[in-house]
């Protein structure tokens, strides 16, 4: 297989595009991030500290009698990183946990339902009739779970079959 081909292949598959619009959305989660800490939280944080700017702190670290310029630590800049990954870290927390919730919920969901023994369908746990094929469903004889590859058992009665 030739190289074009190959990368063809791998760009259009679906991870490749999820793995992308993940890299922008987290470019542009950053930014916001960025501005949020810099122009919104840290303002009122050095108002509280007599109105000084975190990004401007530094250690400066003068070498005597060698007359070079002084060695600057910034540590104002790395409290600001911090700071910054603290907030993305709490977001990317709570989206994740958001996340499982809804998985919780969605497996909940499919606990709740059973696959019609005529049509395969998926129908509510206690329905007594399939919504989709109109078999009337009985109650003692268990029908398949939704995702089960077992053999469907007879546990239906038609309504033909009764009149």
Known sequence: MS????????ALRGNAFDTAIGVIFGVVFSNVVNSLVKDILLPPI???FSGMDFAELSLKLYVPGSGRPPIEMR???FFHAVFNFLIVSFATF???KAINILRRLESKQESLQRNCPECLMSIPL???RCGHCGIQLRRNLPCTPPSSD???EASFQNDTATH
Do not use: D, H, N, T
């Open 3 to 10: 190289w074009s081909k190959e990368f063809k292949l791998f």
């Open 46 to 48: 050095g108002f509280f």
């Open 75 to 77: 540590w104002g800049s």
């Open 94 to 96: 709570l989206v994740i």
């Open 126 to 128: 206690q329905a007594k």
């Open 150 to 152: 077992a053999p469907v």
